[in-house]
């Protein structure tokens, strides 16, 4: 049994900092063919994709132009997403998603889903 569970959401000023944090239990991060992503979803509109990563790349969204970074912990079978320079279009629910075909699938080539933690930029 899979469960993705995020945490880090808040609220922030535009131009803030955050970490979004994913533990993953039951899914083997470690494995080489593991592929864990991030979406966000804005208020009335599509979940779209942020990053991706599996074991040997990592895919960002266009319109981020470097803003985030995502991240992984084996150890702790964590994934991350650091935000930087936050501005208030990033605003709205953001996912962990997990066993994804490649980093670059859209949400429904993904297997799990957390429940997701709200971001707030205003």
């Known amino acids: 049994h899979v469960q993705l569970v995020e945490s880090g959401g808040g609220s922030v000023p535009p131009g803030g900092s955050l970490r979004l944090s994913c533990v993953a239990s039951g899914y083997r991060m470690y494995a080489s063919d593991y592929c864990m992503g991030w979406f966000h979803q804005a208020p009335g509109k599509e979940r779209e994709g942020v990053a991706a990563l599996d074991h040997n790349s990592r895919s960002y969204a266009d319109y981020l132009k470097g803003r985030f970074t995502i991240s992984r912990d084996d150890a702790n079978n964590t994934l991350y997403l650091e935000m930087n320079s936050l501005k208030p279009e990033d605003t709205g629910m953001y996912y962990c998603?997990?066993?994804?075909?490649?980093?670059?699938?859209?949400?429904?080539?993904?297997?799990?889903w957390g429940q997701g933690t709200q971001v707030t930029v205003s």
């Open positions: 998603a997990a066993d994804c075909l490649w980093v670059g699938s859209p949400a429904s080539g993904y297997k799990y």
